[in-house]
């Protein structure tokens, strides 16, 4: 009798965990899905209520090109405006989570008004670039430094700026320490950038759906392993800011709470000592709205800090 009882037993811990792994398993597979793999549904328009929304108008009507290149076995493309006045400067201009490159025009208007050439990519896995999966900057850095490749091979005196939002900021910021950056590349800024994909997705888990970091983020990570090749670990801004040489600026609003503020103290905290490296926390701003939310500090700092180090 007793022993039956102990069979009893086991068969249903043996089912309720047969029952979790199912579960978990599922969900796993539906937030996997949400996270990394692509949706063309386009997020991050500048609505016409916005102060910035007449850079989009005038970028809309500025000539531009549209560029390709492959790499890695996908083919990405990006916009590239030349600037009024013939230049060496070129900003490559990386947009976020979920955007592709139209997200950005009101930074590439920015960017055009102070003098520049804009690059503007769509990321793998979004816009007009091949990719089925987000990749938070891991795989994305490189194709950055391709692109900043492709800009030198065309012109050898390009002297280049790294300009990213959101997920195109921590991708900047990884792309920073890469051994195959070329010397071209003469500063980086970022807006809003995460420390790491494990901490942004595990933040999100918690803020979103009240699900802690154990199991879920664990499988959906090791599937990010088996798919893709790279645990959200290794997805690590900060990582890569501690062998940064470039100088930086670092933009973040004081409202964020998709990509909490407390992560941009850790970027610059991290930033190579001896580094040049500059903080700007704009008052009131939420998730990528520190340019709608001030438009005339965020031009100055930024008009400055490109003047300092890629004039």
Known sequence: M????????????????????????????????????????????????????????????????????????????????????????TVIVVHGFRQDKSAMRQYGQLFHELGYNVLMPDNRGAGQSE???????????????????????????SQISLYGLSMGASTVMMASSEKSLPSSVKNIIEDCGYTNAWDEITYQAKESYNIPPFPLV???????????????????ATKALTKDKLPILLIHGSNDTYVPTSMVYENYKAVKKGTPKELLVIKGAAHAKSFETNPELYRQTISKFMKAYNP
């Open 218 to 236: 664990y499988s959906v990570s090791l599937e990010s392993k088996l798919r893709q090749g790279w645990f959200f670990q290794e997805a690590s």
């Open 2 to 89: 007793k022993k039956f009882r102990k069979k009893q037993i086991w068969r249903v811990i043996i089912g309720l965990f047969a029952l979790l792994l199912v579960i978990n398993l599922g969900a796993t597979l539906y937030f996997y899905q949400i996270a990394c793999v692509r949706n063309n549904q386009q997020i991050g328009q500048v609505k016409s209520s916005s102060p910035n929304y007449s850079l989009v108008q005038k970028f809309d009507k500025l000539s531009k090109s549209t560029e390709s290149i492959k790499n890695d076995g996908l083919k990405l493309d990006a916009w590239y405006v030349p600037a009024e006045h013939k230049t060496n400067n």
């Open 131 to 157: 990719g089925k999966f987000i990749t938070f900057g891991y795989h994305d850095k490189f194709d950055v430094i391709a692109w900043a490749n492709y800009l030198t091979d065309k012109n050898p005196e």
